[in-house]
């Protein structure tokens, strides 16, 4: 991949470890709803998309419901279950350095996303935000990509989106950016793997080599 000005991250998973507070969200939606318990593997599986679609496609007409209990629950443990990942801060500066622009496109609401990234002081390095609120259509969807690289008057393919899951890499895809998958979040290596991103990184370190090597 010829090197790219402007590097666009997913946030769960990828930027920040929230892994453990979205499962357990789930988890606890689900239990205080009376529903059956869902598996660890699926219900990573559905991390990466908004919650509503996630649910309704889950459990018909009850996703407004469920939404509202996720919510409610996750954004009072999100700061205390929301953990940094270890060098990521340094790689944002190290590209900002070098005169790559950086956004984080999220299925999340923005304003939650920004709590976030305050929370692992990420929140000054970033030059575009692009939320669930943004556009109408989701991951794995281009629009909210192509949403964040319009923002910045970038062209699609001077990009490139970073994830951790399936439905980051076919976003990237669709919208005609490079990607790179990293495997300290949501998606498997083996599912990652079967969707021929880029590159999939295992560290912050390899990522860094690879966003600036070309």
């Excluded at 930027?15 to 988890?27: C, E, F, G, M, N």
């Excluded at 559905?46 to 459990?59: C, D, N, S």
């Excluded at 070098?98 to 030059?127: F, N, P, W, Y």
Aim: hydrophobic share 45%.
């Amino acid at each position: 991949m010829s090197f790219r000005p402007v590097a666009l991250f997913d946030f769960d998973g990828t930027l920040a470890d929230t892994i453990p507070l979205i499962v357990q969200s789930y988890h606890h939606t689900l239990e205080t709803s009376g529903l059956p318990a869902v598996d660890e593997v699926e219900v990573r599986s559905w991390i990466g998309r908004p919650l509503q679609p996630v649910f309704e496609e889950r459990y018909p007409g009850r996703g407004e419901e469920l939404t509202a209990t996720y919510r409610d629950w996750n954004l009072a443990q999100h700061d205390a279950l929301i953990e940094r990942v270890e060098g990521m801060p340094e790689l944002l500066k190290s590209l900002s350095d070098k005169g790559i622009r950086l956004g984080v496109v999220s299925s999340k609401k923005a304003s939650t996303v920004l709590q976030g990234l305050r929370v692992v002081g990420l929140d000054e390095a970033i030059d575009v935000l692009a939320g669930m609120d943004e556009t109408a259509k989701h991951k794995p969807e281009p629009d909210p990509l192509l949403f964040a690289a319009d923002a910045l008057g970038a062209d699609p393919s001077d990009c490139v989106y970073i994830g951790d899951a399936d439905v980051d890499v076919l976003a990237a895809r669709a919208a005609g950016m490079a990607s790179v998958a990293v495997t300290w979040g949501a998606g498997t290596r083996e599912v990652l793997e079967s969707l021929d991103p880029d590159a999939i990184v295992d560290t912050v370190d390899e990522l860094r080599e690879f966003l600036l090597s070309g």
